[in-house]
DNA sequence: CAACGGACCTGCCTGC
DNA sequence: TGCAGGCAGGTCCGTT
């Protein structure tokens, strides 16, 4: 389940396959995603070849001739290159049909994610525009935290799952992260030292890369664009682990509700 | 403007 | 075994 490490798998799963070849067709079977899938995305992107597979956070962008197609994965979607004889599994939403029968399967059972067709710069939408730094990008430092950070109220777990500061920090890595910099994610963000927050920021970068690495986290049912599943989940070490021992110290992990997301955390590691 | 809760959905797990 | 209830990886939007 997509967080940033599952979206760039996927992308990269993809692009090698999809990257230079004409779309035939389009199938929206289940057009009620958390935005409705609008009707024309046939007319706007069949006859089409892809140019390119980018990412803005967690949204992928389909670039093709003249239109881009921006695509979410929410909390339960998958995409995946499948054959139009492929039988359909229940939540198969939308196929797009390449040349050379590679169908590309939305699957989505919870329906948070979205397929939305842009004309003209995609990064001008109103839900890409208003996005923070890319987390592995040389200019996501402990300053933009720190910064950011500044006059809010808000706890630091939240400050870096907020993707207007950060994009791409989902709930089983913002945990992470805050387990491998040794901070309490319940510490008010504003008390927070600049090299604290540059500890944090590396922490980020090496959970995020590390993660992608490995293929991306397995919680249930994700898999990257190929039908594999990812390898992350066998390294966390707080995520979904209440009441187990510290790998670190042996202390027990404590679970509490932290802006009503399961947050995790070593009472003696972090502080 | 910041901060918070609610909303969108289905599936899975737990406990009665 | 069956069923109700709670919870899940995201994030936008409306209300305070």
């Known amino acids: 389940m997509p967080e940033l490490p599952e979206v760039e798998t996927t992308r990269r799963g993809l692009a090698p396959h999809l990257v230079g070849r004409h779309l035939r067709e389009c199938v ?14 046939r007319t706007c992107l069949t006859g089409q070849s892809l140019t ?22 929410g909390m339960s979607g998958s995409l995946r290159i499948v054959s139009t004889t492929t039988p359909l599994r229940p939540h198969d939403h939308v196929d797009l049909v390449f040349e050379d029968d590679l169908c590309l399967r939305y699957h989505d059972p919870r329906r948070f994610g979205c397929l939305l067709p842009t004309v003209g710069d995609p990064f001008e939408h109103p839900l890409l525009q208003t ?4 987390p592995l990008e040389p200019d996501f430092t402990g300053a933009t935290l720190h910064m950011a950070a500044q006059g809010k109220t808000v706890v630091v777990k939240n400050l870096i799952m907020d993707s207007h500061i950060v994009v791409g920090v989902g709930n089983i ?32 970068k090496t959970v995020l890369s590390a993660s992608i690495t490995a293929g991306g986290s397995t919680l249930r049912d994700y898999v990257n664009g190929n039908g594999q599943p990812g390898y992350f ?13 510290c790998l670190q110290c042996g202390t027990r992990i404590r679970n509490q509700r932290v802006g009503q997301r399961g947050t995790f955390y070593c009472p003696h590691c972090q502080h």
């Open 28 to 41: 929206i079977r289940q057009p009620a995603l958390r935005w409705p899938v609008p009707a024309d995305l």
């Open 233 to 245: 989940q066998l390294t966390l070490q707080v995520y979904d682990r209440t009441g187990l021992p």
């Open 52 to 73: 390119a597979i980018s990412r803005r956070g967690k949204y992928l962008l389909f670039h093709f001739e003249r239109n881009t197609l921006i695509a979410h994965l």
């Open 131 to 134: 996005l923070g730094v890319e």
């Open 173 to 204: 890595y913002a945990n992470e992260a805050l387990f491998a910099a040794g901070i309490r994610p319940t510490r008010p963000a504003q008390r927070i030292s600049a090299a604290r927050y540059q500890r944090l920021v590396e922490s980020i």
